[in-house]
């Protein structure tokens, strides 16, 4: 038993402990239930995940250097360890592709790291966060602190909060420089709750919740559609951060909504091809690049009885052509129809008989939802088609659109 005291009057309450004597937190401030206080049924469905097995993993992270910053793999760690040595040097780790928030769905994230032991003049950081925006874990010089930040007035405002002030529990035993599991849960609409913590001994560990509802008259972030950041910066001592494993999981499953945009060349477009040559090419519009462009659908025809092969490369080196504002859609998408380009990458292909059309399960669009460079640049995306004799064929890339 224990006792609490609310309101100037206390209560006794029962207290649950496990075989080592450590308490088990239950009701809403538990692992036990989701941002909105459903209880977790084991559905996560995974949005993004990244392991450092083998590399560092360019395809899915940029990586963005100030001063004399550096990374090193460690390859026996499935780590990248990220390296400051002195005033002005930073390094920051960023996901390409932000990840998509559907209303009513607790969105949770998980991120492994090692960090320094807090030290005056590095600031560490590990979250969901870009620069205007998101939930962040920080050692500020000596300080541990939650921020949250948001640009809902039109310039970058955090709401810090410092370890003393952790409201649920304040983890006194937290060591920043040994291996740590960061996770927060996030009900945003405008105006939901935050809560984050630590996975310590295989339970969720909540240390605080920011609450919003019915306290501000404004949204608190202006998206939750945002990418997972690792960030180390110093004005002086030398740190290192160890960037190790990451997951943003939609609890209650992932369900793609909205209309389909499409994107392809008009009919007196369509010409003959016998050796590789492109359709179709989309990319996020300059000053778009925060949504979440999700392929959905690929439909390819080929004239006569002949085959064909499709295939998707992404961020080809564009030779000739020009972009232009695709037909449809809401603005946030340019696209490509007559150009020459060069290399890429070949993630998707298949054959053609006189039509072919494909569309893409959840799982298989979003793991092609187009992300951005280190230079803020939208990736490119191009449906090209290879014949085995010359013959005429065109085709076209669907789309939906997270903003």
Known sequence: MGQIKTNNEQF??????DHRGQILSVGPDSGRVDAFGRARMSEPYTLFDSTLRYDERSDQW????????????????????????????????????RFP??????LQLIQSFVGTVPTAGLVQEVGFFDDDNGVILRANGTTIEFVIRGKYNGTVTEAVIPQSQWNIDRFEDLDFSKANLFTADIEWLGAGRTRLGFILDGEYLYCHEQ??????????????VLPCSY?????????????ICTTVISEGGYEPTGPIYTAGPSAVGV??????????????????????????QIEATIEGNTTAKWRLRLNPTIVSG?????????????????????????????????????????????????????????????????ADTSTKGTGLIGWREVV
């Open 12 to 17: 006794e309450t029962g207290i649950l402990a």
């Open 62 to 97: 940029n990586t963005i250097l100030g001063g004399a910053g550096g990374t090193t793999f460690l390859s026996n760690q499935s780590s990248l360890q990220l390296s400051v040595s002195g005033n002005g040097d930073s390094v920051l780790r960023r996901t390409k592709r």
């Open 101 to 106: 928030y559907q209303p009513g769905k607790s």
């Open 211 to 224: 609450n919003h509802a019915n306290a501000i008259d404004h949204v608190y972030m202006s998206t939750a």
């Open 231 to 243: 960030r180390i910066a110093s004005t002086g001592p030398a740190g290192t951060m160890k960037q």
């Open 271 to 296: 010409s003959s091809i016998s050796a590789e040559q492109p359709i179709v090419g989309i990319r996020m519009a300059s000053g778009r690049t925060g949504n979440v462009i999700i392929p959905s």
């Open 322 to 386: 020009t972009w232009t504002p695709a037909l449809n859609g809401r603005g946030n998408v340019e696209m490509i129809t007559s150009a020459t380009i060069s290399g890429g990458t070949v993630i998707g292909a298949g054959l053609v008989g006189t039509r072919s059309s494909s569309s893409l399960p959840a799982e298989a669009a979003l793991s092609l939802s187009l992300g951005t460079k280190a230079d803020g640049t939208s990736d490119i995306l191009v449906l090209t088609m290879e």
